[in-house]
């Protein structure tokens, strides 16, 4: 039996990868945490706007980025999320990328809920 990709359960961060970076970045990866969420917060309040204005390439970029950051630090639930936004939004439609938007918002909540407990 083949279980749907919208019932596979995506843990919110990689608890292993985080415990190695803390181990290896010592207090730096306080800081790490801070940038990492300041900077997601920046760029998903572009990514809306790319969105209202139907900029289809640059957000393309943009989740290309936002993906490859989340996985360099173990955001696994918001790396899934990116993965499903890239692909084709030239082929939603403005609400259905509204609604990725809102569950993108979502993941990143809780994934700086549970990267504040290892900060």
């Known amino acids: 039996m ?14 292993h990868l985080l415990g190695r970076l803390q181990a290896e970045l010592g207090d730096a990866f306080n800081e790490l945490i801070d940038v990492f969420t300041q900077d997601t917060a920046d760029h998903l309040n572009k990514l809306k706007s790319l969105i209202e ?3 289809n390439e640059n957000m393309k970029t943009l989740l290309q980025y936002l993906s490859g950051s989340a996985t360099n630090i173990g955001a696994e639930r918001l790396k899934h999320h990116y993965s499903h936004f890239i692909t084709k939004p030239e082929d939603q439609d403005h609400r259905q990328l509204l609604e990725k938007y809102q569950s993108l918002l979502k993941a990143f909540n809780e994934t700086s809920t549970d990267l504040q407990q290892f900060a």
């Open 2 to 15: 083949t279980i749907p990709l919208n019932k596979v359960i995506i843990p919110i961060v990689d608890v």
């Open 53 to 55: 204005h139907d900029d």
